[in-house]
């Protein structure tokens, strides 16, 4: 609206002008004269507003789904002019999709000052993401022109770390060498070898206070030990290109990670070992608060691009895992190959545990089969598993 107001204005302009010819009124001549001067004037300044400015860029370097997130962004003007307010806009890349994005405050740029402005959003979908750049707009000081400009800026990096979403699956009891201990939550503590230490939580025995670590931090911390139940739990994620269903941040893969991460963090505070075979690149043995950060960062990364179906990449882990481990396979498309999958890891002592979900719920449209299929799931009990249904309400939430 306000060029459509500077180009109005340049017509009404050039015609008074043209009318002062013809009626031979030097009045009119010097009325449109000043007009054309101050049309000018204004597009220069316009002009010159996003002209040599030098721009900071702050954001945070991780952040779970959901969360707010706050973007600093600093302008210094290089040019000892005064300025006329402008609006930064940051370049963000389109595959970070967001909510309650804030308008970022107009700023006048000072040549002595650095001023700052921020905006916020919540990212709505996990993954690791990078841009540079931001768009400049700024205006004269009667609003008439706008000029933008785009300037190349140190590359941000956020990784947007998934959100665990409540899900209820049991660690099988005999997943171990022996009886699993880890559904009683109390075998962290009750080992020999230690472990780290970590934050006391209720229920703690005061005898594992780590008091050095306590007396340094001033926060209540104990001692951790391994389980002596040696229980063991692996999580395989379809990846497979092809296989993640929905739309936006709505996926199967996205509710999958999910629920990966809480199985994950459940586990670990339970007592279990946790890997996640292919994500892993030698995982921490450290506190139950490193290892989980660990995993957190690992599931950011996933992306539906894999060449191998979730049965091929399982058959590659057979006899990578001690007798009494359990594999959690998560897949909401079904793939025949997992059927001789579950065949060969059992035979090298290794349980495979697989939780399905309904592709359909994802997406009614399409054509894939469901990892819900009555067929499907009838094959993978004959080959000696026995799957789990998965909920895939959380699919839909946004559509009610």
């Given at each position: ?76 003007s290089e040019k000892k002019i005064r300025r006329p307010l402008i ?45 540079s750049g931001l768009t400049v707009e700024g205006t004269d000081a ?158 950011a990364s996933i992306q539906a691009d894999a060449k191998e179906s ?91």
């Amino acid at each position: 609206m306000r060029n459509v107001a500077g180009f109005t204005l340049t017509l009404a302009s050039a015609f008074l002008a043209v009318v002062a010819l013809m009626l031979d009124s030097p009045a009119l001549f010097y009325m449109g004269t000043a007009l054309v001067a101050t049309i000018i004037a204004c597009r220069i300044q316009a002009r010159l507003s996003v002209l040599g400015l030098r721009f900071e860029r702050i954001t945070p370097a991780s952040v779970r789904v959901g969360d707010l997130v706050t973007v600093e962004i600093t302008v210094w003007s290089e040019k000892k002019i005064r300025r006329p307010l402008i609006d930064v806009r940051d370049n963000r890349p389109p595959r970070l999709l967001i909510s309650d994005l804030s308008p970022s405050l107009p700023i006048a740029a000072a040549y002595d000052l650095p001023i700052q402005t921020q905006y916020q959003f919540r990212p709505l979908k996990r993954g690791r993401y990078r841009w540079s750049g931001l768009t400049v707009e700024g205006t004269d000081a009667l609003g008439l022109y706008v000029q933008r400009r785009r300037y190349e800026t140190t590359p941000a990096e956020m990784t947007v770390l998934p959100r665990p979403i409540p899900v209820s699956v049991e660690l099988p009891a005999a997943a171990g060498w022996g009886i699993s201990e880890a559904e009683s939550g109390q075998t962290r503590g009750a080992g020999l070898e230690p472990r780290g230490v970590r934050q006391y939580v209720q229920g703690d025995s005061l005898r594992h206070v780590h008091w050095r670590s306590t007396a340094k931090t001033g926060q209540l911390l104990v001692k951790e030990f391994e389980a002596g139940t040696h229980s063991a739990a692996a999580f395989l994620i379809q990846n497979t290109a092809g296989t993640e269903i929905g739309f936006g941040a709505k996926t199967s893969l996205e509710l999958i990670c999910g629920h990966a991460v809480f199985l994950a963090e459940t586990f670990l505070r339970m007592g279990a070992k946790v890997e996640f075979p292919g994500l892993d690149n030698n995982p921490s043995h450290g506190s139950v608060q490193e290892r989980t950060h660990e995993i957190y960062e690992e599931i950011a990364s996933i992306q539906a691009d894999a060449k191998e179906s979730i049965g091929e990449q399982a058959m590659a882990l057979a006899g990578q895992f001690p007798p009494g481990s359990v594999l959690f396979v998560m897949l909401a498309v079904a793939d025949a190959t997992l059927v001789d999958a579950i065949q060969r890891l059992g035979a090298t002592g290794t349980s495979v545990v697989p939780l399905v979900y309904d592709a359909a719920a994802f997406d009614p449209r399409s054509r894939v089969l469901s990892a819900t299929d009555p067929a499907f799931l009838g094959s993978i009990r004959d080959a000696g598993a026995a799957p789990t249904m998965m909920p895939s309400e959380a699919a839909n939430e946004d559509s009610r």
